[in-house]
């Protein structure tokens, strides 16, 4: 657990998520396009609880939740990847408390998880279209790949130079 700080009051503080969660995080999710868009393209929808631990490789130790002690405010998974890659994956705010920095404060925890395990990079996907979500990760050290991306999509890599492992 990480405590990052407070927000009115309440200690923010990053965690691993349960099956609970899911079931709060998936009412965040209101229409097919914000579904694709945030879990890509294996979750159907509209999402059944009793299948999205499955879709999204559930597990209590690649998911992660920021909250602060009342609410869930925000998620996301770091997968293990073939060659000792991680990948963040489905990170989302919930939609009342987006623009207030969280969904920075849930990527610098995955990042710090990953500057922990024995990592060569971490990697994500990310709509082109969603310039939010494009600009934090650039701004964590996150960089295209170009010849992994498409025209509706970018692969980025953070290297082991900025993760420090």
């Known amino acids: 657990m990480t405590d990052l700080n407070r927000n009115n009051g309440k200690p923010m503080q990053c965690r691993n998520a349960t099956e609970a969660d899911l079931a709060l995080i998936m009412l965040w999710v209101t229409d097919a396009v914000a579904c694709r868009r945030w879990a890509g393209p294996n979750v159907s929808f509209p999402i059944k609880a009793a299948q999205l ?21 925000a998620f996301g998974q770091l997968l293990d990847k073939k060659h000792g890659v991680l990948h963040f994956a489905r990170i989302i705010v919930n939609p009342g408390q987006r623009g207030e920095g969280y969904g920075r404060r849930i990527c610098q925890h995955l990042i710090d998880v990953a500057e922990k395990r024995d990592c060569q ?5 990310v709509y082109r279209h969603n310039h939010r979500a494009l600009s934090l ?20 890599v953070r290297t082991p130079a900025a993760l420090n492992c």
């Open 53 to 73: 631990a499955v879709e999204i490789e559930f597990d209590s130790s690649n998911s992660y939740v920021l909250d602060n002690a009342r609410d869930v405010i």
């Open 137 to 156: 990760y650039q701004s964590l050290g996150f960089k295209e790949v170009v010849a992994k991306s498409s025209n509706d999509s970018c692969f980025m």
């Open 121 to 125: 990079r971490v990697s994500l996907n």
